[in-house]
């Protein structure tokens, strides 16, 4: 899995590429967020187009990183959920816990409002 970052103003997007099932994958995901909290971002965007598949594992990196987000008095939100992973969100009613978007323009805009 890769895992990416890129800056827009005051809103970092985080974009993964590959399967987001157990270690050492879910632990870079969260490190990433962490480290962005460190550096003060506190609205964040997860770009999930390139995850093909995700499992509980996955769900609990998903799940630690919002928390976190929160905690610090921000917001993660997903965008470009593929079908597979929107489906677990939906089996495991996250689509009730997380905000999605379509784009990540929509995810970044969203913030602005």
Request: net charge positive; proline share 1%; glycine share 8%.
């Amino acid at each position: 899995m890769s895992i990416k970052e890129k800056m827009h103003g005051e809103v970092a997007v985080i974009s993964l590429k590959g399967n987001l099932m157990g270690e050492p994958h879910t632990t870079e995901l969260r490190e990433k967020v962490y480290s962005l909290l460190q550096e003060g971002f506190k609205k964040m965007v997860l770009d999930l187009k390139g995850v093909r598949w995700i499992n509980s594992s996955g769900l609990g990196a998903l799940i630690a990183s919002l928390t976190s987000v929160k905690n610090k008095g921000g917001d993660l939100r997903l965008a470009c959920l593929t079908d597979k992973v929107e489906s677990v969100l939906a089996v495991t009613q996250l689509v009730k816990v997380f905000k999605e978007y379509e784009t990540v323009d929509r995810a970044v805009a969203s913030y602005k409002q």
